[in-house]
């Protein structure tokens, strides 16, 4: 990689989980704007064509490949199907994410362990598929999608915020075990940003307001907003960065 480029992924691959759409797809183009053969992931592999599709039509080089990340079987043979039909996988995103609001004296066991799988133990599953092959190779990058709840939290998101926070917690440990493979292992952290998982929130006028008031840039965030970000953790120009969560929120956790 010349030091004159060094954001630039030509050449590596990367593998986005969650990209069908949202933020993770998003961050998928942003990726491969910037070089990358990129592999989007989802469960629903009618929008996951689509995406794919719409990709390949802006030039891009795209594969897809459908799986369910909360199911260690899957990712694992996610994994061996991405890496026998397109190669080694130099940068993983780990962006997949859901909400199920409820406060906590009401939540159920099944909204609670769905969210923890989902946001937190995905990230392990496929952090560990991934790193197996990047600590052979000795070199990586992983980007795990935190939030602003990885430090705070808000009435009905008990599930989301222990998960959150765990997921940054996680990119520690991650970084404690491998950076000495050369693999660097990050997080972003977005605020309020409009997207499907987002789309009741924005729907609420009292909500939406909120956040207007609460940002200091006084909007929501777009998934793009996330975009240079994502490539300088998957690029060569954050080499020696390790273990770190950037947050992208228009200011909102800096003011009170
Ligand atoms: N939007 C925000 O304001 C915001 C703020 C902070 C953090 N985040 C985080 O950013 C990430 C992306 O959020 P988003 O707003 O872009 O969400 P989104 O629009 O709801 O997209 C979620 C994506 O994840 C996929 N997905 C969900 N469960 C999956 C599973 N078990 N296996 C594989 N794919 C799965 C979905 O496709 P299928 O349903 O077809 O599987 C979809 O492609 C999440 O981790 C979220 O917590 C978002």
Redesign the pocket.
């Known amino acids: 990689m010349s030091a004159a480029l060094p954001f630039r992924l030509d050449g590596r691959r990367a593998l986005i ?9 998003a961050l998928a183009a942003a990726l491969a704007s910037s070089g990358a053969h990129v592999v989007l ?4 592999t009618g ?2 064509e689509s995406a794919a599709l719409a990709m390949r039509s802006a030039g891009h080089t795209v594969a897809a490949v459908a ?4 199911n260690e079987v899957s990712v694992t043979t996610g994994f061996a199907a991405i890496e026998a039909d397109h190669g080694p996988i130099d940068i993983l995103v780990n ?5 199920r609001r409820a406060p906590l004296v009401d939540m159920t066991l099944a909204d609670w362990n769905a969210v923890l799988e ?2 937190l133990t ?1 990230a392990f599953l496929a952090g560990r598929s991934a790193a197996r092959g990047m600590i052979a190779r000795r070199a990586g990058k992983i980007i795990n ?5 990885s430090d705070l939290a808000r009435p009905t998101t008990g599930n ?1 915020a222990a998960a ?1 926070g765990g997921l940054r917690m996680l990119t520690r440990a991650m970084c404690a075990e491998w950076a000495h493979h050369n693999i660097q292992v990050n997080g972003l ?10 789309a009741p929130l924005a729907a609420d006028p009292k909500f939406n307001d909120w956040v207007k008031t609460r940002t200091p840039a006084a909007r929501w ?1 777009t ?1 793009d907003d996330l975009a240079g970000a994502c490539v300088f953790l998957a690029s060569s120009a954050s080499d020696f960065v390790n273990g770190q969560i950037l947050v992208i929120d228009g200011g909102l956790s800096a003011v009170v």
């Open positions: 989980t969650g990209s069908s759409r949202g933020i993770g797809l992931n989802a469960r629903d929008r996951l799986f369910d990340v909360t962006n997949t994410g859901i909400h989902t946001n995905s999608i935190c939030s602003l709840m989301y959150k952290a977005p605020g309020y940003i409009l997207t499907d998982l987002t965030g998934p």
